[in-house]
């Protein structure tokens, strides 16, 4: 019997704030980072990764809190994990101690679902198939026994999951035939960080076009004539056919929200992504309301499936971003793509950062073959930074995500990254006092 020995943890952080990748209008300086998660099989050659994301300070909060799901995964057998993932995720969702951190939301959840993922990565691994391809591949029963529908059933039971799965298994294969020719769309942010020169975000965002990029995003919020400003500039270089998102991460109360949104009303928005708090459903609804026809999107930060749940009853939204790495694992993004598809919400899957692309293409992927049976009305995020720092890194190629073949949920990083960028002792992190000053 193969059996789970340890849960290895590591605090890996990028200095990208040097080059303001990444910069946004509530986070001008980000280090991305990974708390890296390795479960450690007595099998040779057998592991599991996965990780949460964060930017910079506080990763270190994030890995112990992954360490302090240790006496739930080590000495497990492998085989009683991933045949039973939904368990698995229940006991360290249901620690009643751990538990009072949340419940659900915030550190402990991210840790939680880091572990989940990884457990995802090894069952994938284990089958030899990519992530994607073995959620397509489950039946639509051991699917919905992922899910924890616990808080969800006056939106969405577990039959209603499994009437929704069923009609889709008919012209699964027709789906996957079509995801293996074509891939699946992207979009790009690269163009738009905040911290960038006109000059620079106008040839970022030709460069993108002549990739193939449909949809381009700008980040926004920091001071609204310099909106106008770029997002007028940016239609200009890209023309009317392109799509321009604008993304201003929490930056406004609900009437600033709706009086920026206006401001930008000429320029034909692809979706404002991101335009209040998170949690504040009813003011997503009321800016929706006030701003139509320009789509409303969050759910980068939402916490969990409850608050998907919620924006979905409440009209709040015209299209949502999961986020791989910020919910309960796949099995949360699982309920949060069913609940998506009962309710005709769009998904634009959120990435970016270190490894977001790498994981959330898998989910978007499974989305289309086995749930939703949709991608063309719907995109990726891709940002062109950190890739090579992955065993299985993402392929993007005429603005489409290929769907990848190695066994696995791509997020296994190179062991030389880990000992390259461990913070704080790390040598990327030993730098010329000069150099930090200059930070
Ligand atoms: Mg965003």
């Given at each position: 019997m193969t059996k789970i020995t340890a849960l290895d943890t590591y605090d890996v952080r990028f200095p990208t704030s040097r080059e303001l990748d990444g910069s946004d209008a509530m986070n001008p300086d980000p280090d991305y980072s990974a708390a890296y998660v390795v479960l450690r099989t007595d099998q040779p050659g057998l592991e599991g990764y996965g990780f949460a994301f964060t930017i910079g300070r506080g990763n270190d909060v994030q890995k112990v809190a992954i360490d302090a799901l240790a006496h739930h995964v080590s000495g497990l057998s492998v085989d009683d994990v991933i045949g039973d993932l939904g368990g698995f995720a229940k006991r360290m969702i249901g620690d009643s101690q751990l538990r009072w951190l949340g419940p659900e939301k915030g550190v402990m959840h991210m840790a939680i679902g880091a572990v989940i993922n990884a457990a995802w990565d090894l069952a994938a691994r284990m089958a030899g198939k990519p992530l994607w391809r073995f959620i397509a591949d489950m039946t639509?029963?051991?699917?919905?026994?992922?899910?924890d529908f616990r808080y969800l059933t006056d939106a969405l039971t577990p039959e209603e999951a499994l009437t929704m799965l069923h009609a889709a298994k008919v012209s699964k294969p027709q789906r996957i035939a079509t995801l293996l020719a074509e891939g699946y769309p992207a979009y790009t942010t690269s163009p738009g960080w905040l911290g960038y020169s006109d000059e620079k975000m106008q040839r970022l965002a030709r460069e993108a076009v002549a990739a193939g990029f449909r949809t381009i995003k700008l980040k926004v919020g920091m001071n609204v004539e310099d909106d106008v400003r770029r997002c007028r500039l940016a239609r200009e270089t890209v023309g009317p056919d392109i799509g321009i998102a604008v993304d201003a991460n929490q930056r406004w109360d609900v009437p600033d929200a709706i009086a920026w949104l206006r401001r930008l009303s000429d320029v034909n928005i692809a979706w404002?992504?991101?335009?209040?708090?998170?949690?504040?459903?009813?003011?997503?609804?009321?800016?929706?309301?006030?701003?139509?026809?320009?789509?409303?999107?969050?759910?980068?930060?939402?916490?969990?499936?409850v608050m998907f749940k919620q924006l979905f009853q409440a009209g709040a939204v015209d299209l949502v971003q999961i986020d791989a790495a910020r919910v309960g694992g796949v099995n949360e993004n699982l309920a949060i793509l069913?609940?998506?598809?009962?309710?005709?919400?769009?998904?634009?899957?959120?990435?970016?950062?270190?490894?977001?692309?790498?994981?959330?293409?898998?989910?978007?992927?499974?989305?289309?073959?086995?749930?939703s049976g949709k991608k063309d009305d719907r995109a990726i995020e891709f940002v062109d930074h950190l890739h090579e720092?992955?065993?299985?890194?993402?392929?993007?190629?005429?603005?489409?995500?290929?769907?990848?073949?190695?066994?696995?949920?791509?997020?296994?990083?190179?062991?030389?990254?880990?000992?390259?960028?461990?913070?704080?002792?790390?040598?990327?992190?030993?730098?010329p006092a000069s150099v930090a000053r200059a930070r």
């Open positions: 639509p029963e051991q699917l919905v026994a992922t899910i404002a992504e991101e335009p209040t708090s998170p949690d504040d459903i009813i003011g997503h609804a009321a800016i929706r309301r006030a701003v139509t026809p320009v789509p409303v999107s969050t759910g980068e930060h939402t916490h969990n499936r069913l609940l998506a598809a009962k309710f005709g919400v769009r998904v634009f899957p959120h990435a970016g950062g270190v490894g977001l692309c790498e994981l959330v293409q898998h989910l978007a992927m499974a989305d289309f073959v086995a749930i720092h992955f065993v299985d890194p993402v392929i993007v190629r005429n603005g489409c995500y290929i769907a990848p073949e190695s066994p696995g949920f791509s997020a296994q990083m190179h062991t030389g990254t880990l000992a390259h960028y461990r913070y704080p002792d790390g040598p990327a992190w030993r730098e």
